[in-house]
């Protein structure tokens, strides 16, 4: 159960229900996730300074179960999702920041319990 945060000083018309349509799927792809366990929320038009500027940026959040642990898995996850992020928005890479933080089953509630009692 994958969760997904973008927060971006862009303004709420990049994000069109086709934008969060493609992250979602991309996304899902890219983590080996069902699109139907995704979750993905987007905060546009926020005050935002990456690297000494307000020019417009994203920073995206990707917290996950099993498959945002390791380095190595995490490179890779970065350069898919970095790909999608410049081509669908247009910006430059050092405009883009990625945090990964993985999530154990017993972080997740859902149903009235935890992920691992599910």
């Known amino acids: 159960m994958p969760f997904i945060d973008l927060e971006s000083n862009l303004p709420a018309s990049k994000f069109s229900e086709d934008?969060?349509?493609?992250?979602c799927s991309t996304t899902a792809a890219i983590l080996g996730?069902?699109?139907?366990?995704?979750?993905?929320?987007?905060?546009?038009?926020?005050p935002m300074w990456i690297a000494?500027?307000?020019?417009?940026?994203?920073?995206?959040?990707?917290?996950?179960i099993g498959v945002t642990d390791t380095a190595e898995k995490n490179k890779a996850h970065s350069a898919k999702i970095f790909q999608f992020l410049t081509g669908e928005l247009g910006l430059s890479?050092?405009?883009i920041v990625?945090?990964?933080y993985p999530l154990e089953p017993w972080q997740?509630?859902?149903?009235?319990?935890v992920m691992?009692?599910?």
């Open 116 to 118: 691992s009692f599910l």
């Open 52 to 64: 000494g500027s307000s020019s417009p940026c994203v920073m995206l959040s990707v917290s996950a």
């Open 19 to 23: 934008f969060l349509k493609k992250l």
């Open 108 to 113: 997740v509630g859902k149903k009235g319990t």
């Open 33 to 46: 996730k069902p699109e139907d366990r995704m979750n993905l929320v987007v905060k546009p038009d926020l």
């Open 98 to 100: 990625i945090r990964f």
């Open 93 to 95: 890479e050092d405009r």
